[in-house]
C-alpha cells in the first residue's frame, strides 16, 4: 500500500500539469465549487435520473436505463461509470498525498503556538505577581510621607520665595554687570522680571532701595541705547535689537520715528541738493529763439531743389551739467537708492518687529505706518520737481531716445518704492511725470514741423523770387511746367513741379522721422509703454490727433491765410505761390492724407482693455 502511496505521489510530482488541472477541476465539479473555490449558488435539480443532483434516486435511475437502454449500451455504461469511479478514487488519493506535508507542517505549528502559549502564560503571572508587589510598595511609601506631604509643600514654596528673593537683591549688580559686558538684552529682560514685584513692594525700604537702585541703571542703559540709535553706526540688526529694546524700557515710540526719519532725512536731503547743482536757472529772454533762423541759402543759388532735404527743427535749450539720462541716473542711484533703504531700514525696526507682541497692543505698526507714508510723500514730491524742471530743459527734438531711455530708468526703479510701500501714490505719480513728458514731446514736435514748414515756404518764396525764374510762358496745361529763357547748363531755371515735388517729399520725410522718433515712447522694451495710457489715448489722442491731424490742419490753415492775403488790398502772395499751394492741398486730399494717416495707424496700433 505504501508503495502504492508513493507511485501515486511520484505520478502526481512528475505528472503534466494539464493532468493536475483536469484533476482539481473534476474535484471541484463533483463538490459543486466553482473558481474561486466557493460553492457555486445554483438552482438545485429536482430530477431524480441526475445522478449529480440532492433528489438523486438510484432504483429509479436504473429502470429509466433498463427500460430505454439496450444490453451493449447498459454494458458499456457500466464500463465508464467504473472508469469514473477508478478515476476519482485516484484523484481523491493522489490529492491527499500531495496534501500530506502540509498537514503534517500545520500539526507542529499547532504544538509549537502551544507552547509558547503557555511560557506567556507564565510570564503574565510573573508580571501580575510584580505588579502587586510594587503597587503594595508604592501604598507604603504614601502612607509613610502623607504626614510630610504639607509639610514638604511648604518648605518647597518657601525655597522658591528665597530664590526669588535671591534674585531680587542681587538684581542691581547683575545689571551693572550686563552694562558693563553691553548685554542690553539680557539687562532689559532681567528688569522686566522683577519690575512687576519691585512695584508691588515698593512700600516697603529694603525694596524700595532695590528698585532706585534698578531704576538709576536703567536709565543709564536707555541714554546709551538712545546715544547709540543716534549714531546710526551699528548694522541693521543691533540697531533693530536697540530700537526693539527702548520700546521695551517704554520709550515713547512716536519719538523714536522721528528721530529716525530726521536723521535719514537729512541725508535724503543732501542727495537733492546734490541733484538741484545739477540744474542751471534759465538763461535771459534775448539768449533763447523760439523759432530757429531762417535759412540764408535759397534754392536757386543752391542750383537744385533737393536742398530741400528734411531737417530737423532744433530749439536750443540751456546747458546743464550733465545730460537728463546721467542726471536720472545720479538721482535713481543716490536719493531713490537710498530712500528704499531707509523704507526698508525703517519697516524693519517699527513694522515688522511690532506687529508681535505687547508692542501690536499699543497701535505702534499703524503710527508708524502713517510717519513713513508722510515722509516718502514729501521728499519724492521734492524730487519730482527737480526732474519735471530737468525734462523741461529738454527742448530739443534732434534725438529723442535719450529722453526716452531717461524715462524709462525713472520708472523702473520707482517700482522698488512700490514692493517696498504697497499703497504709496509715489509710482503713480512718477507715471503722471512720464505721461506729462511724452506729451510735452508731442508738443515739441508739432512746433517743429509747423517751424519746418514755414521755413520750406519761405524757401520756396525765395525760389520764386529769383530773377532766373520765369514764368510768362508756363504752361500748366503741359503738365504745370515752368520754362523761362535760355536753358541751357546750370543755368537752367528750375520748375514749378520740381519745387512741389521737393517740398511735398520733404514734408513727408520729415513726418515719417517725427513719427519715428515719437515711437520711442511705445517700444516693447520700454516699462512704462505697457500702460494703459501709452496703449490707448497716447496713440490716439496724442500722436494721432495732436500731432499728425493738427499739423495738416495747420498746413491747411496757414494756406488759406496765404489765400486771403492775396484778396486783401496791397497783398503780397505771388500767384505762382498760390497756385502750388492749391496743388499741394488738392495731393493731400487724394493721397497724402490718407498715406500719412494709415501710416501712424500702423505704427501706432491702438490697443482695447
Not at 246 to 263: I, M, R, T, V, Y
Amino acid at each position: 500500500m505504501d508503495a502504492e502511496a508513493d507511485g501515486l505521489v511520484e505520478v502526481s510530482e512528475d505528472g503534466d500539469p494539464s493532468r493536475r488541472r483536469r484533476v482539481h477541476g473534476m474535484l471541484k465539479l463533483y463538490y459543486g465549487l466553482n473558481e474561486e473555490g466557493k460553492a457555486e449558488e445554483e438552482q438545485e435539480s429536482l430530477d431524480p435520473c441526475d445522478i449529480n443532483g440532492p433528489h438523486f434516486d438510484p432504483e429509479h435511475y436504473l429502470n429509466k436505463l433498463r427500460r430505454e437502454c439496450s444490453l451493449a449500451e447498459l454494458m458499456d455504461q457500466e464500463t465508464c461509470m467504473v472508469k469514473q469511479i477508478r478515476s476519482l478514487d485516484s484523484d481523491m488519493q493522489t490529492l491527499v498525498y500531495e496534501n500530506y506535508n502540509k498537514f503534517i507542517s500545520a500539526t507542529d505549528t499547532i504544538r509549537k503556538m502551544k507552547n509558547d502559549f503557555k511560557k506567556m502564560e507564565d510570564e503574565m503571572d510573573c508580571l501580575s505577581a510584580n505588579m502587586a508587589a510594587i503597587t503594595e510598595f508604592s501604598a507604603c511609601i504614601s502612607g509613610t510621607l502623607q504626614d510630610q506631604h504639607a509639610q514638604i509643600t511648604k518648605l518647597s514654596g518657601v525655597h522658591t520665595l528665597l530664590r526669588k528673593l535671591q534674585f531680587l537683591f542681587e538684581l542691581p549688580a547683575r545689571l551693572n554687570k550686563c552694562l558693563e559686558l553691553q548685554a542690553y538684552a539680557q539687562a532689559v529682560n532681567s528688569h522686566r522680571r522683577a519690575r512687576c514685584v519691585l512695584r508691588q513692594y515698593s512700600h516697603l525700604p529694603s525694596f524700595k532701595g532695590i528698585q532706585d537702585d534698578c531704576h538709576a541703571i536703567m536709565d543709564k542703559l536707555a541714554q546709551e541705547l538712545r546715544q547709540k540709535f543716534r549714531d546710526g553706526g551699528s548694522s541693521a540688526k543691533d540697531l533693530a535689537q536697540c530700537v526693539e529694546l527702548l520700546l521695551q524700557l517704554d520709550e515713547p515710540a512716536e519719538e523714536l520715528c522721528d528721530k529716525f526719519l530726521s536723521h535719514a532725512r537729512s541725508r535724503l536731503e543732501s542727495d537733492l541738493q546734490g541733484l538741484e547743482a545739477e540744474i542751471r536757472p534759465y538763461p535771459s529772454a534775448p539768449a533763447v529763439k523760439d523759432v530757429p533762423a531762417r535759412r540764408s541759402t535759397s534754392i536757386a543759388g543752391a542750383g537744385s531743389p533737393a536742398d530741400l532735404s528734411p531737417k530737423t527743427s532744433a530749439l536750443p535749450s540751456p546747458t546743464s551739467n550733465t545730460d537728463i539720462l546721467e542726471f536720472i541716473d545720479r538721482g535713481c542711484n543716490e536719493f531713490v537708492s537710498s530712500l528704499c533703504l531707509v523704507i526698508a531700514s525703517y519697516q524693519e525696526l517699527f513694522i515688522n518687529h511690532a506687529q508681535a507682541g505687547e508692542l501690536a497692543s499699543k497701535n505702534i505698526p499703524q503710527m508708524a505706518n502713517g510717519k513713513l507714508h508722510a515722509f516718502v510723500d514729501d521728499l519724492a514730491a521734492r524730487y519730482f520737481s527737480l526732474v519735471e524742471r530737468r525734462i523741461q530743459e529738454e527742448k530739443g527734438v534732434g534725438d529723442n531716445s535719450l529722453l526716452v531711455r531717461a524715462l524709462d530708468r525713472f520708472h523702473r526703479r520707482l517700482q522698488a518704492v512700490a514692493k517696498l510701500l504697497p499703497g504709496s501714490p509715489v509710482p503713480n505719480k512718477g507715471i503722471e511725470i512720464v505721461i506729462r513728458a511724452a506729451t510735452e514731446r508731442v508738443k515739441q514736435y508739432l512746433a517743429a514741423l509747423q517751424s519746418f514748414y514755414m521755413d520750406s515756404l519761405t524757401d520756396v518764396r525765395q525760389a520764386l523770387a529769383t530773377p532766373r525764374l520765369s514764368v510768362a510762358g508756363a504752361s500748366v496745361a503741359g503738365g504745370g511746367a515752368l520754362h523761362g529763357g535760355p536753358a541751357s547748363g546750370r543755368d537752367a531755371p528750375t520748375s514749378l513741379p520740381e519745387l512741389l515735388s521737393s517740398l511735398s517729399a520733404s514734408i513727408l520725410n520729415q513726418i515719417k522721422s517725427v513719427l519715428a522718433s515719437v515711437h520711442l515712447f511705445t517700444a516693447k522694451d520700454i516699462t512704462f509703454s505697457n500702460k494703459p495710457y501709452f496703449k490707448g489715448e497716447f496713440c490716439s489722442q496724442g500722436v494721432r490727433e495732436s500731432l499728425v491731424v493738427n499739423f495738416i490742419k495747420f498746413v491747411c490753415q496757414s494756406s488759406r491765410q496765404f489765400c486771403e492775403s492775396a484778396g486783401d488790398k496791397g497783398g503780397s502772395t505771388p500767384p505762382v505761390l498760390l497756385l502750388l499751394l492749391s496743388r499741394l492741398c488738392l495731393d493731400y486730399e487724394t493721397s497724402t492724407i490718407s498715406y500719412i494717416l494709415t501710416l501712424t495707424d500702423e505704427q501706432f496700433l491702438v490697443q482695447q482693455f
